[in-house]
């Protein structure tokens, strides 16, 4: 689901597949398991297809994501598949991480200010950090 979780907006051409594996992309997965690690995913039963998953991830030594904000903040990753958004997945995903962490005092996440998802992280309370050039930081307080 990394993949799906890096967003290409329309008219743009998606990278390859064989970005996740650049380091700065595989630090959200790999090693998976560590202390604080927690995420959902959401499949279809039938065929087991997988439509999303949404993550939580502290950030390690040299393991900061693009939604750094400090040591104990964790990092949200986030993704739908393309055919499947605009269904309420996303909303549902995020919907059982923020219940499933009801200590968590504080969320990060780093999004392109062309996504869409940046009204469902509004919806769910992120406020705006910092925003550059193409992407917003933003942070979800308890």
């Known amino acids: ?17 064989d970005i996740v594996r650049r380091p700065e992309l595989a630090r959200y997965v790999e090693g998976w398991g560590r202390a604080g690690d927690t995420g959902f ?28 904000v400090d040591e104990k903040t964790p990092e949200l990753a986030f993704a739908v598949t393309s055919g499947q958004r605009g269904r309420g997945i ?34 769910f309370g992120f406020k705006v950090v910092e925003q550059t050039e193409g992407s917003v930081l933003m942070r979800r307080e308890q």
């Open 1 to 17: 689901m990394l993949y799906q979780a890096l967003h290409t907006a329309a008219g743009e051409t998606a990278p390859p597949r």
């Open 41 to 68: 995913v959401a499949h279809e039963t039938e065929e087991n297809h997988l439509l999303g998953a949404v993550w939580l991830r502290l950030p390690i030594g040299q393991h900061k994501g693009y939604g750094y």
């Open 90 to 123: 996303g909303t549902a995903l995020l919907t059982q991480l923020v219940r499933a962490n009801p200590n968590q005092s504080a969320i990060s996440l780093s999004v392109a200010a062309t996504n869409p998802a940046v009204r469902l992280y509004e919806r």
